[in-house]
């Protein structure tokens, strides 16, 4: 088996003053990881989804690399790699999608959207409400296939949640470029965005919706502690 130390000497990245070490966490969702350096230490740490126990070693390698390569910004693009962004791109196709929602209002919501905009064609694993989040009002995860709306969205009118559902299901249609440089808002997905009604108006809405929610939270805040 190739060695750590090699893969990064494969994209320029010389990891032998580091003591490296993998690790698998069921706290990952889907096919989630990330690389940890401690330069104190002089230590580097890959974490890994549980999910990648027993996929094939050319993946792993190659998932190795893109985060060797991103974490010391190197531009590089290996087969390795290439062999390891296939696998993410097409890993939702290898099974059937239950899709799976934690409240009617965001099944309602995807189901409009699907309906209106993709003929009934898209499917996720998952969309659920996530934490009170004023600057990100939603998030598509490409790795477990899940949408994630901002909690201050749940007593909002269902045009805004739409919106937001809309413009993450975008993200899964569109894809992510490569995984050295993400392209999320590319020129075809904004014009794309521009195709829900009201766009513009919408966009301006949700940034007085969060401004607001922030105001609230902030006198929330000094209420408590006065």
Known sequence: MVSIYELGSEVGVDLTPYEVCVKYSAKFKGYNSRIILNKSMSKIEFRLSK????????????????????????????????????????????????????????????????????????????????????QTLGKYDFNSDEITVSAILKNEECELIDFIMYHEMLHKKHGFGNFLKRSYHNRQFRDDEKKFPNYRLIDKKLGELSRRKRREQKKGLKRFFD
């Open 51 to 134: 999910s990648f126990n027993g996929v094939d070693e050319d993946i792993c390698l190659g998932l190795y690399q893109t985060l060797i390569a991103r974490l010391f910004k190197k531009k590089v693009l290996t087969l390795r790699m290439e062999i390891f962004e296939r696998f993410i791109k097409n890993i939702h196709s290898n099974y059937i999608i239950e899709n799976s929602f934690s409240d009617l209002k965001l099944k309602d919501s995807f189901s409009r959207v699907n309906e209106r905009f993709f003929n009934g064609s898209m499917s996720i694993r998952r969309v659920c409400f996530g934490k009170q989040s004023y």
